[in-house]
């Protein structure tokens, strides 16, 4: 089977392009160097630029909540994205029913 987190919130006002840059620029380190990582996709909503979605594709579960619960790189990320949110994140699991690229 194969997961996904959703992750979603705001970026503060004229801080969305830093702030989208920076998810994408950490989630291409992830690419062969952390363990059931298969890949994500980060947008931003049409509506509302300050709105922003990214998703990770995971090979299990238990590599997704190993990462996102303990991996101190991924800690210290987000520390660093705190001076661009404007609001708290939702965070969402699911099991993948169909992927294709």
């Known amino acids: 089977m194969?997961?996904?987190?959703?992750?979603?919130?705001?970026?503060?006002?004229?801080?969305?392009?830093?702030?989208?840059?920076?998810?994408?620029?950490?989630?291409?380190?992830?690419?062969?160097?952390?363990?059931?990582f298969i890949g994500f996709i980060t947008s931003s909503s049409v509506e509302d630029p300050q709105r922003a979605v990214n998703i990770s594709v995971w090979e299990t579960k238990e590599a997704m909540d190993q990462y996102y619960t303990s991996d101190q790189d991924y800690l210290e990320f987000l520390e660093s994205l705190k001076p661009l949110i404007e609001r708290q994140t939702e965070n969402k699991d699911y099991e993948v029913a169909g992927f294709k690229i």
């Open 2 to 36: 194969t997961f996904v987190k959703h992750i979603e919130g705001s970026f503060k006002s004229g801080k969305e392009k830093e702030g989208l840059q920076k998810v994408v620029d950490f989630y291409n380190t992830l690419s062969g160097k952390t363990t059931g």
